[in-house]
């Protein structure tokens, strides 16, 4: 909390990066009150004056302006393609609603969540009227109901348009909405500074890098505060790849943008066209943009970016799985993920001359990329133990259910049928539905299916099989959930964890249920059998068993 503001606002800042936005935004200290400015919500509010409006400009009517007149910094009137009205009859009824005509700067009040910029500003410079009116959703900062100094209404369009303050503002607005309240108790630089910045900028249209060199060259912006602007652009413009690329919209987010800035190697100061490609495990890029952005994600969110970013990017292409390993298990320390080298060509293009050309044809060679992959991807042979071959693709637990189907199967349910074979792939390799359906077998589509299913028809038993190298034994739970699935069935259910060696098996001995079987691949001839009453059979429902 700032010991000199008055209104004793506390600001929990969550990394060092926002703290020298702060610091920086401290330095200015000027109210508006002193700047001799203040900030109103636009007093038309359309639907009680829907008589006085009109979509032409004539003898008897003024400019109306609405937040779709804001168009790069500027007011552009009328709308190329107006949506509403753009003007408004002056009368004595509606008079008490319009403003003179002069310098004024307006901002939007709300903003899309999908807009880069959370304060949208725009320089209003007088109109051919006496009079205009503004529409209640924009604000916009005045003198004493009237104009300002030409340069002074540049100078603050481009304060509020930089990069610095929509960072800074992001820090305690939380919603969409711009509120007139918010834009008062924010302090400003002083009116000299303001009005210098103006008048360096004058009537020039640039861009927001170039407005933002100005921002920080006119205010003498600390280079803490550059670093946190500089990191803000990179992770919009992260997103505007993305985007660009046609991500799906679930990995537009700053996550996927951080982690795509980790596997380019771009801190906040490196340009794109020095995009690299190191290979990098989750936790290392966790860590990476922690230290160069700021940004800190709990190490128990590693599976959460598996399955919602990382797995995205392999499937479109723009990253590649343990390129000096490939076969690596998948619950091995040392997973790794590479930028494909096509992809980083891309990135050393953005926001150049040859972006879009470049964009285009990576497009079309990352689909025959994935073609070839998809036709490349290694596979594992597996005999059924009827004699069939199937192929299982590799990683995963795929190494393990070969071990069952080649190993247990034979051993344990000689001459069984394997109805249900699941792959890390693929969802499924094997689904004899219609055998499921003879033995009277109807399952629920969306239920969760073990990774393989035998029915041993000598004995009249359904043998479940999960294959456990990472998670997922056969707990209370899980035996429930299967119980459940397989309601139907006339035929006895077994229930076996699979495991590849002893010790995999120790770290779950506690959660493996009663009335279950545990198989390890290391010693295909030897069972475990919970409770020990029988040597692999189906148990009987019976009361408080658990």
């Not at 679930?250 to 596997?263: P, T």
């Not at 190697?265 to 989750?282: F, K, L, V, Y």
């Not at 001839?525 to 658990?546: A, C, K, Q, T, V």
Request: aromatic share 8%; with cysteine; glycine share 4%.
């Amino acid at each position: 909390m700032n010991e000199n503001d008055s209104d004793s606002y506390i600001h929990i800042i969550t990394n060092s990066l926002e703290d020298s936005l702060r610091v920086q935004m401290d330095q200015f200290s000027s109210t508006l009150d002193e700047l001799g400015l203040a900030v109103s919500t636009g007093p038309v509010v359309d639907f009680r004056l829907k008589s006085a409006l009109r979509n032409y400009v004539n003898e008897e009517t003024v400019p109306l302006l609405y937040p779709e007149a804001i168009k790069t910094g500027k007011v552009l009137f009328p709308p190329k393609k107006p949506r509403k009205s753009i003007a408004i009859v002056q009368n004595q009824e509606t008079d008490k609603w319009l403003i003179p005509s002069g310098w004024y700067v307006l901002t939007k009040r709300f903003s899309a969540k999908e807009e880069k910029r959370r304060v949208v500003a725009a320089v209003c410079s007088p109109v051919d009227a006496p009079v205009l009116g503004i529409e209640n959703h924009l604000n916009y900062y005045h003198s004493q109901g009237e104009g300002m100094n030409p340069d002074l209404a540049r100078g603050l369009a481009a304060f509020l348009s930089s990069t610095l303050l929509d960072s800074y503002f992001r820090l305690f607005s939380g919603h969409t909405q711009v509120n007139a309240t918010d834009l008062r108790r924010i302090k400003y630089p002083c009116k000299d500074d303001l009005i210098k910045l103006g008048s360096q900028i004058g009537d020039s249209c640039l861009d927001q890098a170039q407005l933002d060199t100005v921002v920080h060259k006119t205010l003498s912006i600390m280079s803490e505060a550059i670093k946190a602007v500089l990191a803000a652009k990179r992770i919009e413009e992260a997103l505007a790849i993305l985007k660009d690329i046609s991500a799906p919209k679930e990995q537009q987010n700053e996550r996927s943008a951080l982690f795509l800035l980790a596997l380019a190697d771009i801190r906040p100061e490196i340009p794109w066209t020095q995009a690299t490609s190191p290979r990098r495990r989750i936790t290392e890029m966790m860590d990476w943009f922690r230290d160069h952005y700021g940004k800190q994600y709990a190490p128990n969110t590693r599976e959460t970016v598996r399955r919602q970013t990382m797995h995205q990017f392999v499937q479109m292409g723009i990253v590649v799985e343990n390129p000096d390993q490939p076969d690596r298990p998948i619950n091995s320390p040392k997973w790794c993920y590479q930028l494909h080298q096509q992809f980083v060509t891309l990135l050393k293009s953005y926001g150049s001359e040859q972006w879009e050309e470049t964009r285009r044809n990576y497009v079309i060679s990352v689909k025959n990329l994935l073609q070839d992959r998809n036709r490349n991807i290694p596979m594992i042979p597996v005999s059924l133990p009827n004699g069939q071959a199937i192929q299982l693709s590799s990683g995963g637990q795929n190494i393990l259910i070969k071990e069952i189907l080649e190993n247990f199967c034979p051993r344990f349910t000689p001459e069984g049928l394997v109805l249900f074979v699941g792959d890390a792939g693929n969802k499924f390799i094997v689904n004899e539905t219609q055998k499921f359906r003879e033995i009277g077998i109807e399952l629920d589509p969306h239920g969760k299916m073990p990774d393989i299913v035998v029915y041993y028809e000598r004995q009249e038993w359904l043998v479940l099989i999960e294959a456990v190298t990472s998670h997922g034994p056969v707990n209370l739970k899980r035996r429930n959930e299967l119980k459940r699935l397989f309601q139907s069935s006339r035929q006895g259910l077994v229930f076996v964890t699979a495991f590849p060696s002893r010790k995999e098996m120790t770290r779950y001995l506690a959660e493996i249920s009663w009335e279950t079987e545990v198989w390890v691949a290391a010693q295909p001839d030897h069972m475990i059998h919970f409770n020990g009453e029988r040597f692999l059979g189906p148990y009987e429902d019976r009361e408080n068993r658990f």
